[in-house]
């Protein structure tokens, strides 16, 4: 079955839309592209059914003062400035304030790839030539040949984010970024405040065992064993086996469970 | 491996001996091979002790709450209840282990089983001493029971009661009434008391000291004897144990045979014994 292959891939497949079009700008040059996402997050998503007939639930929204059900049309926007106290935002007014998407990828300057921190990165998206292949092409052998990245933004359906231009696998790839207001400062902690200098000794040692333990990082080697475990119970479940919760053995039934397989084997033999 | 939930595993449940619920669990699981032949399709009592054996137990004829859907019950009215009772039917390991896990120490079965609950297909002889005599005149009188039993071409089945006494089983077919097994256990007993004075036949009150009683009575239509390999609510967790004829003899010790002995122990001496379908042909006489 192709959905059960498709499970099988160790990386995750492009789909078939991009989920926008339009051009990376640089000064006065124009070039044309699709944007396909990239990054996925894998984790299982289950809808909430109901125990008893096994129809799926939908949210309402349930007035808290009379738990009647509003429609979508009575909703405002509101902004809590204090506790239970909202400003309130019709739709019109957010809408005015909002970026125009003008879909454009604008490139401000080019940097240094590696000198940008990856605690910047959020989200990847792969960039295809739209019509024009040479533009592309040109732009991404010379990203390739720089080293370098775009550094520039793109306006994403409400939202303004600064971007990365950069060359990944024979592709250009857009990485948006968080903004400066959304990383906090780790050194302002106040546990990290009056941190010990290591002694030498300490820190040859630390630095031998590190040094030791030095290899190539290679993804592959790390395995998501629930979600493993989550797709072993799905394809179960679709053959039509019944689950049968297991729980961890513990200790004071370890015995127990070595002389049920025992008997177990014995009763398969009579 | 089990469709049981174990629940409180680590609980005492025989304090003097310490025994724990998995241990009580374990014991049911390793006889499982060779109580599930002779449980099968037998309506069950069960003797609960979920406190352990030092405090009160109860006896459970009736499906104990939240019996799940996957263990066999068998509908039947009861007298002695005075309503329907669904038993239990052991047919399975998940079965056996989930009563062991409501800490049902004591299994008791019925003598026959439910499609054709009111034919028998073992006779009991429940052979028991008034002290002062003790395991050494039980033994003495099971062997002049063996060997009446054997003039009458019937082959019998020993094991421990798990108390003081020893049971007697011979398979038959089913096809007598259980006024006609009672009866058939009753002449055999009466026949050995009129040879040894030793043997008690009749219920008397009080019991003749020094004699050993061949009880008849629960050859009856819903009555019970506890399972070969239950534990008995013992303090030693003492267990009912099948023995090979050869083992009954001077010296045999039934308070022996505890949960920690009979664990290593693989003999079945009763093995194929329900196969072994015999008619009740001679007369006692």
């Known amino acids: 079955m192709e959905e059960e292959e498709s499970m099988e891939e160790t990386n995750a497949r492009i789909p078939k839309r991009p989920f926008w079009s339009g051009a990376v700008t640089i000064g006065l040059v124009n070039v044309p592209v699709k944007l396909y996402s990239m990054t996925f997050d894998k984790a299982f998503s289950f809808r909430f059914l109901h125990k008893q007939d096994g129809q799926p639930l939908k949210y309402q929204k349930v007035c808290v003062k009379d738990n009647a059900v509003v429609p979508w049309e009575d909703t405002v926007r509101g902004y809590e400035v204090s506790k239970n106290r909202f400003i309130v935002f019709q739709k019109e007014e957010l809408d005015a304030a909002r970026p125009q998407s003008s879909q454009k990828i604008r490139i401000d300057k080019f940097v240094d790839y590696l ?11 792969a960039l295809a030539p739209d019509k024009s292949n040479e533009a592309y092409s040109l732009l991404l052998t010379s990203l390739q040949k720089t080293h370098k990245a775009g550094a520039g933004r793109i306006t994403l359906r409400t939202k303004e984010y600064p971007i990365l231009l950069h060359a990944y696998k024979g592709a250009m790839v857009l990485t948006t970024l968080r903004y400066a207001y959304e990383i906090s400062d780790p050194s302002n902690l106040e546990e990290l405040k009056g941190l010990k200098e290591p002694e030498k000794k300490e820190l040859d040692l630390a630095v031998k065992i590190i040094n030791d333990l030095s290899g190539e990082f290679d993804i592959n080697e790390y395995e998501d064993t629930y979600e493993e475990r989550i797709r072993k119970l799905i394809a179960k479940k679709l ?14 039934a370890k015995e127990l469970m070595a002389a049920l397989q025992e008997t177990l084997n014995q009763l398969k033999k009579q | 491996m089990t469709k049981v939930e174990f629940t409180n595993l680590d609980k005492v449940l025989y304090p003097v001996a310490n025994v724990t619920k998995a241990q009580v669990i374990q014991h049911y699981v390793r006889m499982a091979p060779r109580m599930l032949g002779i449980l099968k399709n037998r309506p069950m009592v069960l003797t609960r002790f979920p406190d352990g054996v030092d405090k009160e137990g109860f006896y459970e004829k009736d499906m104990p709450l939240g019996t799940p859907s996957w263990v066999k019950t068998f509908r039947k009215h009861s007298e002695s209840a005075g309503r329907e009772i669904n038993y239990i039917v052991c047919n399975n390991l998940d079965t056996l ?15 026959s089983k439910t499609d054709r609950f009111e034919k028998p297909d073992i006779l009991v002889f429940d052979v028991d001493p008034e002290p002062p005599a003790g395991i050494d005149e039980v033994v003495k009188v099971a062997l002049m029971l063996k060997e009446k039993l054997d003039g009458l071409d019937l082959k019998s089945y020993v094991k421990t009661s798990g108390k003081k006494g020893l049971h007697i089983l011979v398979p038959i077919v089913s096809e007598y009434a259980f006024n006609q097994t009672r009866e058939y256990v009753h002449q055999i007993g009466r026949h050995l008391a009129s040879e040894s004075g030793l043997v008690a036949s009749e219920v008397s009150n009080p019991k003749k000291p020094g004699t050993v009683y061949i009880d008849y009575r629960q050859n009856s239509h819903g009555r019970t004897m506890v399972c070969p390999y239950s534990l008995r609510a013992t303090p030693q967790a003492t267990v009912s144990m099948p023995l090979d004829w050869t083992e009954v003899k001077k010296g045999l010790k039934p308070e022996a045979y505890t949960l920690s002995t009979v664990a290593k122990s693989e003999s079945n001496p009763w093995k194929g014994m329900l196969e072994n379908k015999q008619k009740l042909e001679k007369s006692v006489d």
Do not use: C, Q
């Open chain 1, 115 to 125: 000198s940008i921190d990856p605690i910047y990165f959020e989200r990847s998206y």
């Open chain 2, 97 to 111: 282990v989930w009563l062991a896990n409501l800490a049902a120490l004591e299994l008791h079965m019925t003598l």
């Open chain 1, 239 to 252: 053959k039509g086996e019944t689950i049968v919760a297991e729980k961890p053995v513990k200790e004071e």
